[in-house]
Nanobody, 121 residues
C-alpha cells in the first residue's frame, strides 16, 4: 500500500505559476498527475516514468506544465506556469507500481486526496 500526500495548491491569478508536490510513502514507479472539476471527468495532465527520463503530457499543457521527480524523496512535482482560469480544478497525483509511462487513470493503483488549484482572471 502506497500513500500519497499532495501539497502546493491554492488561489493564484491568471499568468501566475504554482508548483504541486506529491510525496509517496514508499518506492514508486510511474507517476502521473490528473485533474478534475465538478463539470468534467478526471483528465490526464502529465506522467513520468520511474527514471524521470521520459514524460508524456496532455495536449492542453502546451509546454506550460512540466513534471519531475526526486526518487530519493519519493516525490513527484508538477510545475505549472502561465496558469489560466480553465486550469482551475482539483489536481490528483497517482502512482503505478509498474514500469512504463501511462496516460489512462485505470493504469494507476494509488491516488492522492487531491489539492485544489484555483486561477482567477
Amino acid at each position: 500500500q502506497v500513500q500519497l500526500v499532495e501539497s502546493g495548491g491554492g488561489l493564484v491569478q491568471a499568468g501566475d505559476s504554482l508548483r504541486l508536490s506529491c510525496a509517496a510513502s514508499g518506492r514508486t514507479y510511474a507517476m502521473g498527475w490528473f485533474r478534475q472539476t465538478s463539470e468534467k471527468e478526471r483528465e490526464f495532465v502529465l506522467a513520468v516514468d520511474w527514471t524521470g527520463g521520459s514524460t508524456t503530457s496532455a495536449d492542453f499543457v502546451k509546454g506550460r506544465f512540466t513534471i519531475s521527480r526526486d526518487n530519493a524523496k519519493n516525490t513527484v512535482y508538477l510545475q505549472m506556469n502561465s496558469l489560466k482560469p480553465e486550469d482551475t480544478a482539483v489536481y490528483y497525483c497517482a502512482v503505478s507500481m509498474r514500469l512504463g509511462l501511462y496516460r489512462e487513470s485505470y493504469e494507476y493503483e494509488y491516488w492522492g486526496q487531491g489539492t485544489q488549484v484555483t486561477v482567477s482572471s
